[in-house]
């Protein structure tokens, strides 16, 4: 909870809102428009910081169909440090925002050399403890390898929060192992959070999940998604951060652009949560 607390200001309910980076070169949705992405990721970091958000988190998600990670090109290696670093050199003269990034699927190596490279704060990372079938493939565990390379890089301030049973997958091999097992595992394992998600992006994780967890676990608890306005109340006891992406785009549609009414009425909300 330490490493948490250093880059984190709030023990409860940091809001980390989510850019999803438009597809990159050598995607099948590219179209071409690489500056114009880079400038996207800019504005869309400028509204978060104008409505206070805790944190930022960058995600390859418009790269539709994923590859694993041992499939991914030195192309979208070398993009999301491009975007990463002009995220962070336009917030740097206003705020130190923590920034994280992830890069799918399972591209946790590939995020840590980005988040070296451009100083961010910590990654998202898949597969870290016990094995799954993904939409795009099995899923291997990573905790001890990615572990070593974050040593090997000499990134250990960098901040490693992993999924548990992950949306988008099928988690049968797995159906004998509870969540507080797989918990538990992660934990041993050193993560530096757990996050517990819905079925798919945008369902909301069961509060149930963060009530059988809590003080059971000592890792910060991250709700990855379906967090919205009307049931944040239902998360904002339990949990340490709250990733938010489709909720604040417009329709509540992932693919679409911000709403900066969504994101001040949540904001605003999530403020008066606080004092209570």
Not at 145 to 164: K, M, P
Not at 170 to 194: N, R, W
Request: hydrophobic share 40%; aromatic share 8%.
């Amino acid at each position: 909870m330490q490493r948490f607390s250093r880059i984190f200001k709030n023990s409860q309910c940091n809001i980390i809102g989510m850019i999803h980076v438009d597809a990159l070169p050598g995607t099948p949705l590219y179209k071409g428009n690489w500056l114009e992405t880079i400038e996207k990721a800019k504005h869309e970091a400028s509204i978060y910081q104008k409505y206070e958000l805790d944190s930022i988190l960058l995600e390859n998600m418009h790269d539709i169909p994923y590859v694993q990670h041992q499939h991914l090109g030195p192309e979208t290696v070398a993009c999301m440090a491009r975007i990463s670093q002009e995220v962070r050199s336009a917030l740097t003269s206003r705020s130190k925002i923590p920034l994280g990034v992830q890069i799918l699927a399972c591209g946790n190596r590939q995020a840590l050399a980005v988040a070296k490279a451009c100083q961010l704060d910590y990654i998202r990372a898949e597969g870290f403890v016990f094995g799954h079938v993904a939409d795009e493939g099995y899923t291997d565990a990573c905790a001890g390898e990615i572990l070593r390379y974050r040593q090997q890089i000499d990134a250990s301030d960098i901040l490693i929060f992993t999924d548990l049973k992950k949306k988008h997958s099928s988690h049968a091999i797995t159906q004998d192992v509870s969540l507080l097992e797989t918990a538990k595992a992660a934990e041993f394992f050193l993560t530096d959070g757990i996050v517990i998600t819905g079925n798919s992006t945008g369902d909301a994780a069961k509060p149930q999940d963060f009530k059988d967890l809590i003080n059971k676990v000592k890792v910060p608890l991250l709700v990855g998604s379906g967090v919205t306005k009307d049931n944040i109340d239902n998360y904002s006891k339990f949990i340490n951060a709250a990733i938010i992406g489709s909720h604040f785009k417009k329709q509540g549609l992932w693919s679409n652009d911000l709403c900066e009414k969504t994101i001040e009425e949540f904001m605003s909300k999530v403020r008066h949560i606080r004092k209570w």
